[in-house]
């Protein structure tokens, strides 16, 4: 075999073996390998396995948090994003939480009033805290 067949050929391959490597270490392991214990229904893979709710109201606040983090609202002080399902209603807090998560204007009024049963709770970076 040429030479240069076997130089290119030694490239390609560590070239491979580092995008593996970057891809491996950038990947959660749970995407890579999923628990022995996880359901295989659609919903299990879509939603946190601690998410107690409908698929469509964890998927409205998931997209509702974009939105309003692409507007640039501030999360910090825990606000209340708003209704994203019907019942649903998305609230930002800490985790633990601080004494902001506490006051009623960080709150959501529709589910401090009873009109809406059932909240979503993200930390200020997207990550579930609770749902209810």
């Known amino acids: 075999m040429p030479k240069k067949f076997l130089y290119y050929s030694a490239i390609a391959v560590g070239f491979l073996i580092f995008v593996s490597f970057i891809y491996l270490s950038a990947v959660p392991k749970s995407v890579i390998a999923p628990s022995k214990n996880s359901e295989s229904t659609n919903t299990a893979k879509s939603q946190p396995p601690n998410f107690k709710g409908n698929e469509d109201a964890f998927k409205n606040a998931l ?5 309003k983090k692409q507007e640039g ?6 606000p209340c994003l708003g209704k994203v399902a019907e019942d649903w209603v998305l609230d930002i807090a800490h ?3 601080e004494a902001v998560d506490n006051k009623p ?8 009033s009873g ?4 909240f979503i709770e ?8 609770d749902s209810n």
Do not use: A, W
């Open 63 to 67: 997209n509702l948090y974009i939105q």
């Open 73 to 78: 609202v501030d999360m910090t002080n825990g």
């Open 95 to 97: 985790k633990p939480r």
């Open 105 to 112: 204007e960080n709150q959501c009024p529709d589910y401090l």
């Open 115 to 118: 009109k809406v049963k059932h």
């Open 122 to 129: 993200f930390d200020p970076s997207g990550k579930l805290i």
